[in-house]
């Protein structure tokens, strides 16, 4: 028998083998694609460390982001999007009955501590029944006795509610609203605070407003009735800033420009003390006074801190009706102080913020608040690496641990919007860029050439400034010299690989100088500039940063980057322009190498326009042998500048160059043109009418190609296609809110002359809308709201079967208008963002690229948006290769370029060609950033990594042999016929 349980074993383990294995897709293996995640700017951060060291911190971003954050690490252990119509997460508290959001429509939730699950929701909303009006103001929650389940209570703009959160309660989600006094209602430059008292079960509502009055509203939490309400006359308070909440509900308060303190009895509404600021060593006006960030005033203690002057801490006691000073100190430069609290120990964090030279230091120091003694042991002292932006926020994240009372790490908000963990002394374990979820420009640019190709390159190179090409002899030492120091690099980057360790490998491999061109360049460098003014250079093979900049006078402006030159000008080194716009500054302009990220500022010299600018383009031609396009920056008063700045004017009026602006506010298109006087000069205006609102526009890519210029028919005709280079196409709706009167408009026209080439109207349509401008074709996407569907609309222009000039496009030229074939699908998705793949020659089928709402990235090729789509198919269009007419487009996932993988809130889709013909590169970006290549008449010109190229060899063998045998039966068999 042990025989047949041994072969039982066997066949067992076979079929759990078997049955554990799973197929993949080549592409689905991040083999040729990466996305990499995160969160937006930081608006709520909390910590898991009620009283033990964090593992987590838990983050909310003003992307409606809620994420789960290793600490050891920076690395996202979950993440949860909220959707828009919740509104923006106002309020994030860590408890022991989990983690709790709460939106600003009021919509609260508790998740689990890992996010792995919603354990409760409720919508104060819905129960409050106020429709749209329902705004919440603030939060907070309450301890109770495990058998009562703890409170959620919030303050909304209507009352305040409260609800049990804990899972002991059987109605865990009644909610309670109390509802207004008469003459209690919030006001809109009032100032609410909401705080709670576990100790006497209360809950305290202070509104403060600009008429020096404060209103105290005190409710039972039982009953949930109004136990006290009163006006006090607060004139000198000036701002809840300077005023606090101690424990047994006492306020302490003072203003900017009094010299006293005053207690007040939140109970009685009476005066309790009053000293002056001068018996306690503080001479200077008080800017601040704060207590730790705990709603419960049952935790708040009898001790605050006061900020005083430009950069002085004191630690206050009120005991007794008695004011103490029991610690003072003076610092330079103050960024951020607070209070934490964790289990009976209280600590005062101070931080303050030195320059030395272009860095930024950060000097945290520690105070004990139970005692006054500072910890000089517990102190932080980190500097700020110089291509970050300045510290605004700090989060302390303090513990308690065994050897010493406590522990503490600093979480760093810095203008540039990213985040550092650091500890003490002044390690910073990990840093996260968010502002890269941000971006507002991108572009992709091809690699330098490798030292060996580069060396090629010099060979080659003839020297310009010598009239005789260089002798024979010449070119022999060169060819020579350069290839000595080929062998001598390959050598030495040999015995490097082999010497240095697999981490060392890893590392230099992510290192400026060894970012070369592959021979069909898909290796690219995505340059990306965000809101916050920070320029990324990424690696398109990982996503990795490369380099990184921050600049100050980039951010809150309209950022656009320019590629002056290219890589393929060496040895010049290629530029890039990025150029930021705001309506009442001066443009900021900074030149940069894109491959080493060195930048040179060149906004002092456009200090002096005071007018701001409308218009900002690339001359199609370069200045001189350095390969140069200038930048021409045109301003509201018309005036012309270029950059760089030593560019001749006259070089723009030698191009005759023509632009239009459109003016989204104002609904206005004008076009002008640059005279040879260095000036623009008005030439013509569209307006769209004033019940309307531009919100799409594009127009066509500088230097698209084109595959062909007409179109083959059944009938062996050609249908030539209207390529003209200049046109523009805007798209506006109606401001009407009534569907039956709600439209969308459509004008396409000519960029130079201004002349309407096509409008036409969608009724009962809207945003958002999406548009596409290429070759001959518009394509564009809109909501039809009263059949309450997403429908996609395809446009073609032809000029006939006979060009006006098959060697030239000139706007001046008297022509008829272009035919214009359309066609409208229905789409069963929300378009979000829309893109074209762009190839080498443009002989690759285009691909129409979506990116859905719910983070899909999907493509299609246009060939089934063709307008010319039969309803009733005829021999005449099978031959064209023409696909039936259905007003449905299904989406196949097959056609999902992101497969498995969720790009949330995608923005824009950016694409640039590989030396490939048929491999089109795709950067997705949003909140998450995603890499891909896609190959729409699929890998032609590739040989498939499947080939058999055994079997290709011995056929090519077999014929050779084949060859020489019958090449020798040939030669004998004419040499036989000869002898006979």
Known sequence: MNWKWEVLFRALIQFCIISSSFALYEDQIGKFDWKHEFLGKVQHVQFDNLMSVSSYAYIATDRNALACVRMENGGVHKRKILSENDGLISSLVYSPDGLITVTAKGIARIWDPRLSELKWEVDFNEAAEQGTDFQVLASSTMKQHYTQGNLLVLLSNVGLHKAKISNFSPDGAHVTTAPFLEGQQVLPDSTNVLLVDSTSRQILHLVFNDMQKMSVTIHDVIEFEVAHHYLLDVSSLKSMDTAVVLESQVMVYTGPEDSSFYAIDLQSGEEVSTVQLSFHDISSPVRKLFINENPDVANHGTTFAVWHGEDEISLMSYEDKNFENIWSKKFYSILDAQIQKVGFETYLFVTTRHRVSKKS???????????????????????????????????????????????????????????????????????RD??????????????????????????????????????????????????????????????????????????????????????????????????????????????????????????????????????????????????????????????????????????????????????????????????????????????????????????????????????????????????????????????????????ACAGKHQMEKIDSMGRPLANRSVIFKYLNPNVGAIISESTEQNVDHASLMLHVFDGVTGRIIHSQIHPRCGGPVQLINSENWIFYSYRHLKYRRNELMSLEFYEGEHQVNSTMFSSFQTRPLPQVVQQAYIFPAHVSALGVTRTERGITSRQILFGFRNGVLFGMIRRFFDPRRPLNMLDQHREEGLVPYMPEIPIAHELMLSYNHTIEQISNIYTSPAALESTSLIFVTGLDLFFTRSQPSKMFDVLKDDFDHGLIAGVLFGMLVTVFVVRRLAQVKKLNKAWR
């Open 361 to 431: 230091r950060i000097h945290i120091t520690v105070v004990d608040v139970k005692t006054g003694i500072e910890r000089p042991e517990l102190e932080i002292k980190y500097t700020v690496p110089g291509n970050m932006g300045d510290v605004e926020k700090v989060y302390i994240d303090m513990f308690l641990r065994r050897v010493s009372p406590i522990g503490y790490r600093a979480l760093l908000q810095s203008t540039d919007e990213s985040i550092t963990l650091v500890e003490h002394p002044n390690r910073a374990l990990w840093r």
């Open 434 to 695: 968010e502002s890269i979820a941000s971006l507002q420009d991108v572009v992709m640019l091809d690699l330098p050439l490798s030292e060996v190709h580069a060396g090629m390159e010099v060979e080659l190179d003839i020297n310009s400034e010598r009239d005789i090409s260089p002798t024979v002899l010449e070119m022999f030492a060169k060819r020579v010299k350069n290839q000595y120091a080929q062998l001598t690099s390959w050598t030495s980057q040999t015995w490097n690989e082999l010497n240095s360790t697999p981490s060392q490998k890893k590392s230099s491999s992510n290192q400026v100088t060894g970012l070369t061109r592959d021979p069909f360049s898909f290796h690219k460098m995505l340059v990306g500039v965000s809101k916050s003014g920070t320029l990324f250079g990424l690696d398109s093979y990982s996503g990795s940063i490369v380099w990184r900049h921050y600049h100050q006078e980039l951010k809150d402006r309209n950022v656009r980057l320019f590629v002056q030159r290219t890589t393929a000008h060496f040895p010049y080194p290629p530029q890039v322009v990025v150029l930021g716009t705001a309506p009442s500054k001066s443009p900021a302009l900074l030149e940069f190498n894109p491959i080493t990220g060195v930048f040179t500022d060149k906004s002092d010299a456009y200090k002096d326009m005071d007018s701001p600018l409308i218009q900002a383009f690339l001359l199609p031609a370069t200045t001189d042998d350095s390969h140069l396009r200038p930048l021409v920056l045109v301003s509201k008063d018309l005036g012309v500048r270029l950059s760089p700045a030593s560019t001749p004017s006259q070089l723009v009026s030698r191009h005759k160059v023509f632009l239009y602006d459109v003016n989204q506010e104002s609904g206005v298109v004008q076009g002008f043109k640059i005279t040879g006087s260095g000036q623009a000069e008005f030439v013509w205006n569209l307006a769209i009418p004033k019940s309307h609102r531009i919100v």
